[in-house]
Structure formats: C-alpha cells, structure tokens
C-alpha cells in the first residue's frame, strides 16, 4: 500500500487565511463557485464573520455541514472541500433531491500548483470516506461543470457516477454517490 501524501483536518480558525487566498485565485473559481447560499457566507464576507457564521450553522447541522481542509503530511495546506446538507424539495435541473434522507452536496478544490498529482483524487477519496463515516447521510452530490472533466474524473474515481451524463444545470453535471454503493465496495 502507498503512503497518504494528504490530510483531511476540520476547519480551525487558523486555516482562514489560507481559504480565503483559494477563493481568490481566479483559476481554481472558474468553475467552482456557483453552489447558492449553502455555505451562508462567501469570500465577501469578512474572516470573523465567516467565522460566527460557520460555527453557528455547525451548531445546528453538527458534521453534515462540514468544511474540509486538503493538507500534505507536514500540514502545509493544499486545498479545501465543503460539503451541506439540501432541503427537502431542493431541485437542479431534473435532479430532485430524495425525500426524507439526508443527502450531502460539495466539492473540492486544490491550489492550482498542486494539480495533475494525483492529490485530488486522493483527497477526495478521504473526504468521501469522512463524510460517510462522520454523518449519516444516504447520498452525496457533486456537480462538476461540463468544461471541468479534471473534476468529474476525480469524482469518478472516488466512487461518483453520473446521474445523467447529459443533463446540466447552468452547464454543470450532476454525480451522485450512494452509501449503500460505496458501502458495498468499502463496508459499513
Ligand atoms: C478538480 C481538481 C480538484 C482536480 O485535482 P487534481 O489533483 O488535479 O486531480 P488528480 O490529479 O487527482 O486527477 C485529475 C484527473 O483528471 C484528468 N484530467 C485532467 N485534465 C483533464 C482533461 N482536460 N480532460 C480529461 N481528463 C482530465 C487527469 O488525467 C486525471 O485523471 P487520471 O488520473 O485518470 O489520469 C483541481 O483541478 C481543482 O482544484 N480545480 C479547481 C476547483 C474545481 O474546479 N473544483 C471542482 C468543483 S466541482
């Protein structure tokens, strides 16, 4: 077995700054920044404030609504995935979010120095993992966009298919991942 070259830590107050370098750079943006409303703040808001509002929604989600930060081994981070919990009734495009179970939606993103390594996908894997571990959610989303296919493969090899290989909302494609399925592969 290889070693993990990457660390999955939750947010502590000292990655802020780091978050927010990601947020601005333009190439990791392009298509990753058009989840609506569902972490509660945005790269607008200021560091305290994020801070509050992070705490207050984990206080009401608990790990559903979980911010991840992409480490290497020694702790230098590399990139953050985040991930909350849908409403019932919540639509994109056909895909209709499944009544009465918990089912996650997120994404990941890496500084764009360390892509094309291999890391992504090994740190979504982990996350996948955290998140099935952590909460108990019954499936998790991602909606890579149609011109982004590096983040639809690592979706792919951490477990995600495509729930129609076609169908887009604002050119993003929707992946699911059950936990039954990937239970099935990894166990409970
Ligand atoms: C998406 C992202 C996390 C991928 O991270 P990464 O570390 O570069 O990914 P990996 O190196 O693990 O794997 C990339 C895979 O995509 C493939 N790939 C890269 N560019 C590709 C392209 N233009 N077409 C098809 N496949 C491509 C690579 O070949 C590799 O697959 P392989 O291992 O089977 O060869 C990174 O590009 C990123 O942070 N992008 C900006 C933020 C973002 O868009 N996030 C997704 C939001 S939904």
Same mark, same amino acid.
């Given at each position: 077995?290889? #070693?993990?070259?990457?660390? @999955?830590?939750?947010?502590?107050?000292?990655? !802020?700054?780091?978050?927010?370098?990601? *947020?601005?750079?333009? %190439?990791?943006?392009?298509?990753?920044?058009?989840?609506?409303?569902?972490?509660? /703040? &945005?790269?607008?808001? &200021? %560091?305290?404030?994020? /801070?509050?509002?992070?705490?207050?929604?984990?206080?009401?989600?608990?790990? &559903?609504?979980?911010?991840?930060?992409?480490?290497?081994?020694?702790?230098?981070? @590399?990139? #953050? &995935?985040?991930? %909350?919990?849908?409403?019932?009734?919540?639509?994109?495009?056909? !895909?209709?979010?499944?009544?009465?179970?918990?089912?996650? @939606?997120?994404? @990941?993103?890496?500084?764009?120095?360390? !892509?094309?390594?291999?890391?992504?996908?090994?740190?979504?894997?982990?996350?996948?993992? *955290?998140?099935?571990?952590?909460? =108990?959610?019954?499936?998790?989303?991602?909606?890579? =966009?149609?011109?982004?296919?590096? %983040?639809?493969?690592?979706?792919?090899?951490?477990?995600? $298919? =495509?729930?129609?290989?076609?169908?887009?909302?604002?050119? =993003? $494609?929707?992946?699911?991942? /059950?936990?039954?399925?990937?239970?099935?592969?990894?166990?409970?």
């Amino acid at each position: 077995m290889t #070693e993990p070259r990457v660390v @999955i830590t939750e947010l502590c107050a000292q990655d !802020w700054p780091f978050l927010f370098e990601l *947020w601005r750079i333009p %190439a990791v943006m392009r298509y990753a920044d058009e989840l609506p409303g569902l972490r509660g /703040w &945005s790269k607008e808001t &200021s %560091a305290e404030e994020a /801070w509050d509002l992070y705490q207050e929604q984990r206080a009401a989600l608990g790990p &559903s609504y979980t911010q991840l930060i992409l480490k290497m081994i020694d702790r230098t981070p @590399i990139g #953050e &995935s985040f991930f %909350a919990p849908l409403p019932d009734g919540f639509t994109l495009d056909k !895909w209709v979010k499944p009544e009465g179970m918990t089912c996650l @939606i997120g994404d @990941i993103k890496l500084r764009p120095e360390h !892509w094309g390594q291999g890391l992504g996908t090994e740190g979504m894997r982990q996350v996948v993992a *955290w998140l099935f571990r952590n909460t =108990h959610c019954a499936l998790l989303v991602v909606p890579p =966009h149609s011109k982004n296919p590096a %983040a639809a493969r690592v979706y792919r090899k951490a477990g995600f $298919t =495509h729930f129609e290989e076609k169908q887009s909302w604002r050119g =993003h $494609t929707i992946m699911e991942l /059950w936990r039954e399925e990937y239970e099935a592969t990894y166990g409970p």
